[in-house]
């Protein structure tokens, strides 16, 4: 019965290839988000989806394509893998509404480009 | 300068002694987060506060909003709750987003 889950939890690819995070969770909410860690830990936000639609978009290159099928769902898929997208990806998951609500997160996507 | 500022950034701690991890934030925010991430694990959310003081278990989160700055204790620590601490706020006018302190790595020994 796991809340948020991301597949897979490792990934380790070539430069200029392309690969997919999936991301789902089971907990009714309404909005979803992707974060990347870097290597000294530090989180940022890449996007968050509300319903569906992009809500926040950061300064994230093109590459980077998030897709959500439905409110349970936010996928990512990355082209061109670089050296620079090794990170660790997390989802996150949590209500909107007026007030701020707690956000959920994934067990997280180690990506490593060689 | 990043908005939200952690201290220490790494904090060494005997178990039993109480620990205390600081934030303190310069942007106006609707709340405060902090999470815990154990090595190579995922993130926890253990708080989320906009007033006052929370507690659960042996972790407490105080937040002071007019002085912008939140604190998170620990008392009788173990090696357990060695883990990297984040603090995380949202400012109103980002809507969901969460902008991020650099974290507090934390080893308690036994």
């Known amino acids: 019965d796991t809340a948020v889950s991301q597949t897979p939890k490792y990934l380790v690819t070539q430069m200029g290839n392309d690969k997919s995070i999936k991301c789902e969770q089971n907990?009714?909410?309404?909005?979803m988000y992707w974060y990347k860690q870097d290597s000294k830990k530090f989180l940022k936000i890449m996007f968050s989806?509300?319903?569906?639609?992009?809500?926040i978009n950061e300064t994230v290159p093109n590459r980077f394509s998030p897709k959500s099928p439905d409110k349970a769902h936010l996928n990512l898929h990355i082209n061109s893998l670089e050296l620079g997208d090794s990170a660790v990806y997390f989802c996150?998951?949590?209500?909107?509404?007026?007030?701020?609500?707690?956000?959920?997160f994934g067990p997280g996507t180690r990506l490593t480009v060689t | 300068k990043n908005e939200v500022e952690q201290s220490p950034q790494n904090l060494t701690a005997q178990e039993g002694e109480f620990i205390t991890i600081n934030c303190s934030y310069s942007?106006?925010?609707?709340?405060l987060h902090w999470l815990q991430q154990h090595p190579g694990g995922g993130i926890v959310s253990l708080f989320m506060?906009?007033?006052g003081k929370k507690k659960h278990g042996r972790l407490i989160a105080t937040i002071n909003i007019q002085e912008k700055h939140s604190s998170l204790h620990i008392t009788a620590s173990h090696p357990r709750d060695s883990a990297v601490y984040i603090c995380?706020?949202?400012?109103?006018?980002?809507?969901?987003?969460?902008?991020f302190g650099a974290g507090t790595i934390l080893r308690v020994k036994s």
């Open positions: 907990l009714g909410h309404d909005t």
């Open positions: 989806y509300n319903n569906k639609e992009l809500i």
């Open positions: 995380a706020v949202a400012p109103p006018e980002y809507g969901n987003k969460l902008v």
């Open positions: 996150a998951s949590s209500l909107t509404g007026i007030q701020t609500y707690e956000q959920y």
């Open positions: 942007v106006g925010i609707s709340a």
């Open positions: 506060l906009s007033s």
